[in-house]
């Protein structure tokens, strides 16, 4: 997803590094954690925090989509594909 954002112009790939950079920098500190899943939360917030500041996809925005599905996958049943209202 990153590549195809850089790809279009829709983010700058030196702010991605960057970003993504300090992201890891302020999670590697905590050694308990699975280097997995510090990774992918690293790289989930450096996305985020891109696309808000950026405008493409700004936080609030991020969070309604995000309620939205969650509601919708709680209330579909099993089996059945996840849809919004919308």
Request: hydrophobic content about 45%; proline content about 5%.
């Amino acid at each position: 997803m990153v590549d195809l954002l850089i790809a279009d112009g829709k983010i700058e790939a030196e702010d991605w590094s960057q970003t993504l950079g300090a992201e890891l920098d302020r999670r590697v500190t905590d050694t308990a954690m699975d280097p997995d899943a510090i990774y992918y939360g690293a790289f989930l917030s450096a996305l985020e925090q891109i696309l808000d500041r950026s405008q493409f996809a700004p936080r609030a925005e991020v969070d309604r989509r995000e309620q939205d599905w969650r509601a919708a996958f709680l209330n579909t049943p099993h089996g059945k594909p996840v849809a919004l209202a919308d």
